[in-house]
Structures are given as C-alpha cells and as structure tokens.
C-alpha cells in the first residue's frame, strides 16, 4: 500500500479528523488513524467510538489496502514537513510504514487494520440538505444551553425534531430552555423523527465542513453530516427527552421590547458588581425605564445602571443569574429583543423582535427568587 | 470449550450458564471471593458469550472465533467497557475531566500495558502505582455511556474490577446506574472485599459467591499454563490458599530459598544459644517487607503441618516438602511428644503480630522461645535467666 501525496493537502486532510481521536483511552486502538487506499482515493477515519470522522482525499496511489498508523506521531510529523511531496509506504506483511521526504526519511509501525473497532452501519431514516452557515447558527444557538448532568443523560444532549414543515433544536439544562425552529430547511423522509444528538458531535460538525451546503441524515441510533469530502457519524443518546412544550409559559402578559446589545453591554458591567455564586442581578422594569442593578454583601460593590425600554405594564422586579441573560442576548442578532414576563418567580420568554432572519428563537430563562 | 478458561468454579459456572441459556440474565452480578480465584475471568468469559456473534450450545457458550469474541477477550470490544482503578493526576478535576485525562504520559503506557496483560491473563492483577480507587469520573463515563445508543448492537457489559474501591461519592453515583438498568446492559461487579462495598450497592446486584480453588485444580493449572514441574506447583497450591494468581506470584518469588530459611530458623531455636538465635534472626528478617515474613511463617506452619501428617499417617504421600522428608523424619524421631498442633497454633499467632505490626525480630524472638519451650517442655526464658 503506497501513496504520494503533497504535504500540505495531507496535513489539511489529518486536520479534518484529528479532533475525533481521543488522546488518553485505555483502548489503545483508538489512538490510531485507519488509512483505507482504494485506486486513488484514500479515505482516513479516526474515532473515540462516540464518534466517527471520515475524509477523503486524492492522492496516486499504488496497490490497495487499509492500515493502522499512531495518529499523534502521524500528525505531528506531517505537521513539521516542509512543504513539497511525500510519499508513504506500507508493508502490509511487518506494518512497517516509511514516509519519504525530498530529504529524509520517517520509519514508524502501524497496526493491523482488523483491530479497529466496527464501524456502524447506517441507514437514513431522515435526510435534508442545509445551509452550512443556517446549521451552524442552530447549533450556536442550543449548544450552550446543554446540561453538563450525566444523571439526566436526555439533557445533556440537543434534541432535533424533524417535522415535515420545520426542524426544531432545542435544549435545557433545566434553568434555561432555548427553542430553535427553522421553517427553511424541512426534511424529507423522516416526518416524526425525533434525536438527541450530543454536543460534541455537533461541535465537531459547526467546525469540520468547508462547503456551503451540507447533508444531514439521521436514524434512531446514529445521526450523520457530510459535505461529500468529510463524513462525521455520531451516536445518539438513547433517551426520552422531557416534554419541553409544557415549560413554556403561554400567557406572559408583559411585555419589554429593549435595544439588544445596550442591554447585553449593560449586563456585562453591571454583573461584575454581582456575587461572584450567585451572579444575581435585580431588574426592575418599569415605564420609564430598565433599571438593572447588582451588588455582593461579601466584598460590598454594588452598581446600577438605568436602561430607555418599551414597558407599559405594572412595575416588575425580578432577579436572574447574569451569565444566563448575557448567553442568550449573546445568541440572537436582531437589534431589539422582547422579554416577556409575567410574575418574579415563573419563566420569562426572551425572544428577537422584528426580523426574524428565518429561525424562530426563544429562550426561556428561570428567574432567582429575590430576598426583599 | 471457553468455559474452561475460568479454573474450577464449577457452582458460579453453573449458575451463570443457566442465566445465559434461559435468557434471564439479571441487570447486575456481583461476583464475591478471595483475590485471584477467577472473578474478573469469569466476568470476562460471560461477557464473550454476550458478545459472540454466533454462541454455541443453546446460547451458553463463546465461539471465541469471531470479533467479538477476540475484542472482547482483549478488552478492546467497543460494548465492553472495563472498569478499575486509576491514579489521579495533577490537579485533576474529578466531575470536569475525563478520568485518564491528566494523567502522564508515562503512566497511560503502563495503564494500557496492564490492560493488555490482564487481556492475555484474566488472572493478572492489574497493579498501577497510585491507583486506589475507582474514580468518580470513570462511574459518570460509564453513565453517559450507557445514556448512549450502543455503539455496536446487541449486549453491553460494564465489568467494575475491585468494585471496593469505589469511594463513597463513586459508588453512590453508580448506585443510580444500577437501579435503572437499561434494557441489554449487564453490569458485573467484581470484589475481593465485600464488607467495604455499600449495602445500598449489595441490595441491588445479582450476589455470586465463588469458591476457594481446589490445590489439585491449582496444580493442574500451574503445570498446564504456566509450564510449571508438578513438584514445586503442588507446594506452592498448598499455600496459596485457593488464588491462582497468589500461586502464581508465588511462583516466580525464591520460595525455596525461603523453605530452607524456615527450617534453619527452627533448627537454630532448637540449638538453645540465644547468640546463634539472635544472628539467625538478624539475617532472616533484614527484609522488613511483611508480606515476606508473613509468607515465611506459613512455610514453618505448613512445615509443621507436614510433621504432623507424618507422625499421624507414617506415610509419605500427603507430605508438602517432599524433598526434605529426612528432616521432617528425624525431627519426628527426635521429638515424638511435642504438641505440633500448639506449636503451628503459635505460629499463626505470630502471622497475627505481623498483621497487626508487631516489630519483627522480637516476634521471631518469641516464637523461637516458644517452639523450643514446646520441644524441650522447659521455660525458655527460665533458661536463659
């Protein structure tokens, strides 16, 4: 199994699936990149086992064949090339592998590729076409809201539910819920799908593709993203998600409407003042204005700041955590947002006001309960 | 076939084929014994069969043929997850990092050395410096794992090795694993130290108790897998007390050396020269490593044992330390009367004194007081006054 290739489209390829190799396993065979060299194509695939990574790329190859080779070394010597050709050699009998450069040579040893683990077979039940750059922004938009709790494994994930008219993403970490649904990118195939995907997986995908478009498919168990170079295949978390649609309040009957980023500036100064646990802030919202207020009885700062709004409601006074306010503000990208409030201790719906650029957002952030 | 694998056990066995055969595997097991009487193999040996592609024998038996036989048999299945304990890294974060990621270089080449010694022995005690406790993050991996699709269809078995050594924020994080079972996930929990486990964690599992191993079934063992010569294999089953891989360790320390040692050691409490007594003792116990004594102590109650047999039996057939049968003979001429049993009684009090920390030569002091009172029926310490 021999190939050239040059150095530069090599180190580029590597790059695509260097991130899905754990470093530390005690399952050593993940440490390895298993090369597939078929004509002249060879495909590359790393894996943690959660996750599968595979790119292609051209090279002139010269007999068939796959072979295990220990990823780091591999990365970090094609990293440290000149730029110019390469060529790697195989002996498929030792697992010897010799890379040649204009000017040395590199001797490591690979492994059989049998020991790698089976990858999943994969059946599309669900399958759409998307903008990379609307699939990225949905991401954006729910990853940080995931629950770090491995004891309710369903939230730890983002889930998707593909409907024949829409896509929705949601997640919650139970302080906080963000609703994505995107009307322009309905599937096909799959009408009542609905899958967890975990975060890593899409981390990975926001990241990995280069081209404008890419395709989306899923099933029960694994979900897939491809741009027809890099194929990244995750699997799924096997749970029940909670019924989200019953946590969001229907009757918020008041209403704020406020300049986004003067709101999001103000929030950043003013909760530098707030305890650094509780990151509480006090808002008080009244006709004439947002006033956004913090203070630490432990080091004794405080700070207030007055903020113009558009309220024409009762006088409110509620408290939340202040990096929850600053994620969500943080992740819309219209200039005005509404907030809608009904008393200090339920849900308020945060959510753009005006153009809606296609995605319908809402974020619901639980309020803390204020001492006086 | 591959049943044979795990030595002896032939009740666990029995138990655990019958689950596979009917199909009612239960959520939990948790497999209870002495270190090194095949536990951990057993665990291994049952999780092939729920991996193998194509079991033998009504579902009970592994092919050991296909893939997933072999990767699990290496440890390396993608459904198999093997649980033990690792050492902390360097400012280590026990919820945010995984559990091998702040560990050394150095020290994940080893860990990964000694699950690749564990996979071509089931036997071996997987022994890393610094890792006493099965981490918590190792327990919330194995939850999220679990939360996950199964990466392969079919069974998926977490093994927990020494589940003991779970701490109590580990084990109480387990505990919600085990009381939520997912369907086609089996957990075995393994342990040599039952009473540190927490009751809420015993309530929930499947208990299987193995037994002791049978000498004979250690004999063979040794001979067959280790290539040992029968002689020294029978003698080192003889003290092994049941644990193939404390027959093992045995085995490749200098245990007849120490054989020699203990019986000079009684030869010098006998020859009544406190000056003698008192270098002998010097020399045998310039080694403070306890296990060390300890092993020597059970060589005298073992030899002791051996005088008895013989003024009992008169026959030689049962005797341990064949090769020093002249000495066992002319002690048993010299001494007819002595009480061997209080003697080997007294022996095993001083194993006690070493347990509990007692200083070494002043327990050797006394026992060689001892033995020779009970040879001689006179006060040692009237003697010496």
Redesign the interface.
């Known amino acids: 199994m021999n190939f050239s290739v040059a150095v530069k489209e090599f180190a580029l390829a590597l790059g695509r699936i260097s991130s899905a190799t754990p470093q530390r396993s005690p399952m050593q065979v993940l440490e390895n990149i298993l090369m597939h060299l078929d004509g002249s194509v060879l495909s590359l695939t790393a894996t943690d086992m959660d996750i599968v990574v595979t790119t292609r790329i051209d090279v002139r190859g010269e007999g068939n064949g796959s072979i295990l080779v220990p990823a780091k070394r591999l990365i970090d010597t094609v990293r440290a090339l000149e730029l110019g050709d390469l060529r790697f050699e195989a002996d498929l009998g030792t697992m010897r592998i010799t890379l040649y450069t204009g000017s040395g040579q590199y001797k490591l040893t690979g492994l059989n590729a049998v020991e790698f683990p089976q990858l999943p077979q994969f059946e599309a039940k669900a399958s759409l076409k998307l903008p990379l750059a609307k699939f990225a922004s949905m991401i954006d938009r729910t990853v940080f809201a995931c629950s770090g709790d491995e004891f309710r494994p369903a939230m730890t994930g983002v889930l998707f539910q593909f409907r024949p008219d829409e896509i929705r993403a949601i997640a919650t970490d139970g302080f906080r819920l963000v609703r994505v649904i995107d009307h322009d990118m309905a599937g096909t195939g799959g009408d009542q799908l609905d899958i967890i995907v975990p975060p890593k997986a899409l981390n990975l995908a926001s990241k990995a593709f280069s081209a404008d478009e890419i395709t989306l498919e899923a099933n029960q168990t694994h979900v897939r993203f491809a741009d027809g170079v890099t194929t990244i295949t995750a699997r799924l978390i096997d749970e029940n998600y909670p019924n989200y649609e019953s946590v969001i309040p229907q009757a918020n009957d008041k209403r704020m409407v406020i300049r986004r980023e003067e709101l999001l500036n103000t929030v950043k100064r003013v909760s530098l003042y707030s305890n650094s646990q509780t990151r509480q802030v006090r808002m008080r919202i009244a006709s004439e204005g947002l006033r956004v207020q913090a203070e630490d009885m432990d080091t004794g700062g405080e700070a207030y700041e007055q903020v113009p709004c558009d309220y024409n409601s009762d006088e409110l006074e509620i408290g939340f955590n202040s990096q929850y306010v600053r994620d969500a503000l943080d992740r819309i990208d219209t200039a005005d947002v509404a907030f809608d409030f009904s008393t200090p201790l339920r849900p308020s719906l945060i959510t753009p006001h005006g153009d809606k650029n296609g995605q319908d957002v809402l974020m619901l952030l639980m309020p803390i309960r204020l001492n006086n | 076939m591959s049943w044979d694998s795990v030595l002896g056990q032939r009740r666990a066995k029995r138990l655990i084929r019958a689950a596979l055969g009917s199909g009612r595997v239960p959520h939990a097991w948790l497999f209870t014994g002495p270190e090194g009487i095949g536990k951990d193999a057993m665990a291994i040996e049952t999780a092939k069969v729920l991996r193998c592609v194509a079991p033998l024998e009504n579902g009970t038996v592994a092919c050991g043929l296909c893939?997933g036989c072999t990767?699990t048999a290496a440890?390396?299945n993608?459904n198999v997850r093997?649980v033990f304990a690792l050492p902390s890294g360097k400012s280590e974060d026990s919820r945010g990092d995984?559990p091998?990621?702040k560990?050394s270089d150095a020290e994940?080449t080893l860990?990964?050395e000694q699950?690749?010694m564990k996979a071509a022995d089931p036997y071996h005690n997987i022994s890393i410096p610094r890792a006493n406790q099965i981490k918590i993050s190792s327990i919330?991996e194995v939850?999220?794992d679990?939360?996950?699709?199964?990466?392969?269809s079919g069974w998926r078995i977490v093994i927990v090795s020494e589940a003991h050594q779970m701490g109590d924020e580990a084990a109480n994080?387990f505990l919600?694993t085990l009381e939520e079972p997912?369907p086609r996930t089996l957990l075995m929990l393994t342990t040599s130290n039952r009473e540190r486990m927490l009751p809420t964690i015993l309530s929930r599992c499947q208990e299987i108790r193995f037994d002791l191993l049978t000498d004979d079934e250690i004999t063979d063992a040794l001979v067959a897998r280790q290539g040992t010569e029968r002689t020294p294999a029978g003698l080192v089953s003889k003290l092994a007390e049941g644990s193939f891989s404390r027959a093992v360790e045995l085995l490749s320390g200098d245990l007849n050396g120490l054989r020699f040692d203990v019986v000079s050691f009684f030869r010098t409490a006998l020859r009544r020269s406190p000056v003698a007594l008192h270098a002998e003792i010097e020399r045998l116990t310039a080694s403070v490593d306890r296990v060390h004594i300890e092993r020597m102590l059970t060589l005298l109650a073992l030899w002791l044992r051996d005088v008895l047999v013989h003024r009992l039996t008169g026959s030689e057939a049962m005797i341990v330390n064949h090769d020093q049968i002249k000495d066992i003979q002319s002690f048993n001429t010299r001494f007819a009367h002595t009480p061997v049993d209080r003697m080997i009684a007294a022996v095993e009090q001083a194993v006690q004194a070493v347990r509990s920390n007692a200083q070494i030569p002043l327990v050797f002091t006394v026992l060689a007081m001892r033995l020779e009172e009970f040879c001689y029926q006179t006060p040692g310490l009237a003697r010496v006054a």
């Open positions: 893939h990767t440890l390396q993608a093997f995984s091998m990621m560990l994940i860990i990964q699950v690749a919330r939850k999220r679990i939360g996950f699709v199964a990466t392969e994080a919600k997912s």
